[in-house]
């Protein structure tokens, strides 16, 4: 901020406008307007309010009514306690509308409003990127929950208890909200053996059989403490062909072989060019990105993908998911995925997602 002239910067997070930083400043879940000062200050506006009291960890809180409800307003409230001078940068959110700049810029008329692709909003998604010890732990828990959740349905299916995409999709509901989790990190995806070729079905997941023969893929994430776990299973019931079982082969020696290049400073380009180099060998292509950062978002930056500069390395605290996956429309399809936590030495995967063979 001060190499920037950058007196106070304005994080939004609404209905129409989520932001997670708000919570990753503040502690405050969602909803609120959150100004941080160039001396450090941290002034809340939550709409909220008793959420807030006992949520958030911040230094002035505002009532948003007194603003008439207004996030521009709000932010201009904020400013006048951190007595922000004129012709100081205040920078708000990339991803404000047009409509909305132009409000701030009237409101701000005696200061310069920022608004840039790669502002405070980049660098905010790469110092969320490096988790310290207490997001760690909280990420541990999230995965050690998932494991149980694994565990459950893995039984469940090979005692044919689970028959339809939808019973296993409820039992996931009912354990994230269960145990101190929040949810679950996005809509679980839930595909049975005849559209597991798509990589994230449409819709969710049906009252269609699930774990039939052939190949399921079952997509879900738990969120405890804000913080998600990631993880794909694969379910491969039967006497498969050959070129199942390649499929099968592959995404396993892809993720094996991947996972050594999970380390500090080695460029993320590099892992998800192993696993194309693993995928040419049986003539097919991973139509998707190795992994990505997970957190308070079920995607955050980095984006493990072979196109990534060599200048975006993994690093100490960050955790990635590592998920190599084939499709195909008469096969169906088979991608294996588990968070891997970067550390100083190498690596440690958090989570146990598996291919399942019943």
């Given at each position: 901020m001060?190499?920037n002239?950058?007196?106070?910067v304005i994080?939004?997070?609404s ?8 919570r990753?400043f503040?502690g ?6 959150l ?7 941290a002034?809340l506006s939550?709409?909220?309010e008793?959420?807030?009291?006992q ?11 007194r603003?008439?409800?207004s996030a521009?307003h709000a932010a201009?409230?904020i400013?006048?306690i ?5 012709n ?8 404000t509308p047009?409509?909305?700049f132009?409000k701030?810029?009237?409101i701000?008329c ?9 502002g405070v ?7 969320r990127?490096v988790?310290?010890?207490?997001e760690?732990?909280t990420?541990r ?7 149980e959740?694994?565990?459950?349905i893995e039984k ?6 689970f028959?339809t995409e ?6 996931i509901?009912?354990?994230?909200h269960s145990n101190?989790c ?7 995806l839930a ?7 798509f990589?994230h079905a449409f819709p969710?997941?049906t009252?269609?059989?699930f ?9 879900f994430g ?5 913080y998600t776990?990631d993880?794909?299973l ?9 070129k199942q079982?390649?499929m ?14 999970y380390?500090?400073d080695l460029?993320?380009c ?6 194309d ?8 292509e ?9 957190g308070?978002e079920?995607?955050e ?14 690093a ?9 996956g084939l499709?195909?429309a008469k096969l169906g399809?088979?991608r294996?995925?588990?968070?891997v936590l970067?550390?100083?030495?190498g ?9 399942i063979?019943?």
């Amino acid at each position: 901020m001060a190499q920037n002239s950058i007196g106070l910067v304005i994080i939004e997070d609404s209905e129409t406008h989520r932001d997670p930083a708000l919570r990753y400043f503040s502690g405050h879940p969602s909803d609120g307007v959150l100004g941080i000062s160039i001396t450090g200050d941290a002034i809340l506006s939550p709409w909220d309010e008793a959420l807030a009291a006992q949520k958030a960890d911040v230094d002035v809180m505002i009532p948003f009514t007194r603003f008439d409800r207004s996030a521009v307003h709000a932010a201009a409230g904020i400013a006048s306690i951190c007595q922000v001078p004129p012709n100081t940068r205040i920078e708000i959110s990339a991803r404000t509308p047009y409509p909305t700049f132009l409000k701030y810029v009237e409101i701000f008329c005696k200061n310069d409003v920022l608004c840039r692709e790669n502002g405070v909003n980049q660098q905010i998604k790469k110092m969320r990127a490096v988790k310290d010890e207490t997001e760690i732990a909280t990420i541990r828990k999230a995965c050690a929950l998932t494991d149980e959740v694994i565990e459950t349905i893995e039984k469940g299916l090979t005692e044919g208890r689970f028959t339809t995409e939808t019973e296993v999709a409820l039992l996931i509901e009912q354990a994230a909200h269960s145990n101190g989790c929040e949810g679950t990190g996005f809509g679980t995806l839930a595909a049975g053996a005849s559209r597991s070729f798509f990589i994230h079905a449409f819709p969710g997941y049906t009252s269609g059989e699930f774990a039939g023969k052939g190949l399921s893929i079952l997509d879900f994430g738990l969120i405890y403490d804000g913080y998600t776990s990631d993880v794909t299973l694969t379910i491969a019931r039967g006497a498969l062909d050959k070129k199942q079982n390649e499929m099968l082969e592959s995404v396993q020696t892809a993720a094996n072989q991947a996972l050594t290049l999970y380390k500090a400073d080695l460029p993320v380009c590099e892992a998800n060019r192993k696993a194309d180099s693993i995928f040419q060998q049986i003539n097919r292509e991973m139509p998707h990105a190795l992994g990505h950062g997970v957190g308070l978002e079920a995607h955050e930056w980095p984006s493990v993908r072979s196109s990534a500069d060599l200048s975006q390395v993994f690093a100490p605290g960050m955790v990635v998911t590592l998920e190599p996956g084939l499709y195909d429309a008469k096969l169906g399809g088979c991608r294996l995925e588990n968070d891997v936590l970067i550390t100083e030495t190498g690596n440690e995967v958090l989570t146990n997602s598996k291919i399942i063979r019943i």
